[in-house]
């Protein structure tokens, strides 16, 4: 393998950057700062547009323009493509619009149907990587034209899937489009054994969370810092869907199940577009709060089992140097 072997993927080359690491998306942990950060140090951060005007206090464009004085590198933007709200489609069709004028080529989307990001985007010359949990949404993402799948497995912080990275590489490796792992990397050596694995590149979430950029209160850090994989729970009582948590007492007093009305009305076709939009305007509000708040007092904290390597508040740009470098040894030795 040549020095730069593992470095020099599928994902390096569409987004255009130098290491095959992404700092996903994270509502509400996704400032400005931080995207910057990992970009500047040759990763690519991606934008959540939510977390970027109603969390941070940007307006979209002013956001990403100051993120773009920050750094000169490729971002990327996160388009959560929910079809509960036709207000909050109308809203997210403009974040695209004003991303791509702005000069952002790479997208990330979740959940709903890609397609019309894709013709955005491809028009502008741009990459879109869907995010999946399992093989049916692949298949959706590959006919709608995503370029790439963010294969989020059972470790994952935010919404995690039900299988774990092997069997994600396993069950989508046929589709000929290429994979980033996203869940349960905290460390270096995680970060190489995926991409041996196969992937072309990882997603990271949490391990960013503990960073000095990152906003969130020195409290939620400290709990990163404190939480071992078995206190990394599912709730349902945050999306509707289960969302890892860290299990604080607050989660604990409130249950990690919906209460029964709301496990019904997320069955019915029609009802479980209201009750997730229900979910996510009060998760929006108490995620918010939550995060920035730091006495700690409503710990609402996600995060994924990753936090189990995590150990000490690194400078973002420091985390993916190290990573790049573990790349490099682990490419070298096998060369
Ligand atoms: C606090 C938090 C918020 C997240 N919010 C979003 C989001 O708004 N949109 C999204 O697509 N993924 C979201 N994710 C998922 C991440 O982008 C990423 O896929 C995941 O964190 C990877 O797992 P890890 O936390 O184990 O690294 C979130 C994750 C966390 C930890």
Known sequence: MTPSGLLDTQLTRHAGIEVPLICGAMYPCSNPELVAAVSDAGGIGIVQPISLTYVHGHEFREGLRLIRRL??????????????????HERMVQWVNVALEEGVRFFVTSLGNPRWVCQAVHAAGGKVYHD??????????????ADGLIAVNRRAGGHAGPKSAEELIGELGDLDLPMVCAGGIGVETEFVAALRLGYAGAQLGTRFIATTECRASAV??????DAGEEDIVLSERITGVPVAVINTPYIQRMGLRAGPLARWMLRGHRTKHWMRMIYGLKSIWQLKRSSLD?????????????????????????????FRAACLASSTQSG
């Open 71 to 88: 750094t000169g590198k490729p971002i990327g933007m996160n388009a959560l493509i929910e079809a509960s709200s036709k207000r909050y």
């Open 132 to 145: 999946v949990t399992e093989r049916k949404w692949a298949l959706k993402g590959r006919d709608s034209g």
């Open 220 to 225: 939620y850090k400290q709990a990163i810092l």
């Open 294 to 322: 730091e006495t700690g007092s409503k710990d609402y904290w996600q995060a994924g089992k990753s936090v189990a390597g995590i150990d000490r508040i690194d400078s973002a740009g420091e985390i993916v140097r190290r």
